[in-house]
Nanobody, 128 residues
Framework: QVGLVESGGGSVQAGGSLRLSCAASGATYSSHFMGWFRQAPGKEREGVAAIYTGGGTTSYADSVEGRFTISQNNAKNTVYLQMHSVQPEDTAMYYC?????????????????????WGRGTQVTVSS
């Protein structure tokens, strides 16, 4: 069992920055990859960024490429999402998730169905 707790959400003006944190507890060593997802009103949940915990390889949605950075601190069992140049379109509930490879692994670390554990989310609101 993996417990995930997000923090760092809040309100920020367009063009500003925000850093989200995801503190993991439990069987974190068993998580092969960690991801950040978001869901805005009227939209489906979207994979934002993911990181392979073993090697640090990252993946990003096109919508955040170059603006957001996912990183990890394994010693602290924490994953971060550094958000720069945020825009109103980034307003959403942001969720942290953890997953493991399985026989059904399809090489899509931004697909929510590949994740087993989820945090409750933290709200990010970007004002113009």
């Amino acid at each position: 069992q993996v417990g995930l707790v997000e923090s760092g959400g809040g309100s920020v003006q367009a063009g500003g920055s925000l850093r989200l944190s995801c503190a993991a507890s439990g069987a974190t060593y068993s998580s092969h990859f960690m991801g950040w997802f978001r869901q805005a009103p009227g939209k489906e949940r979207e994979g934002v960024a993911a990181i392979y915990t073993g090697g640090g390889t990252t993946s990003y949605a096109d919508s955040v490429e170059g603006r957001f950075t996912i990183s990890q601190n394994n010693a602290k069992n924490t994953v971060y999402l550094q958000m720069h140049s945020v825009q109103p379109e980034d307003t959403a509930m942001y969720y942290c998730a953890a997953g493991r490879y399985s026989d059904r692994w399809d090489g899509r670390p931004l697909a929510q169905y590949n994740y087993n554990f989820w945090g409750r989310g933290t709200q990010v609101t970007v004002s113009s």
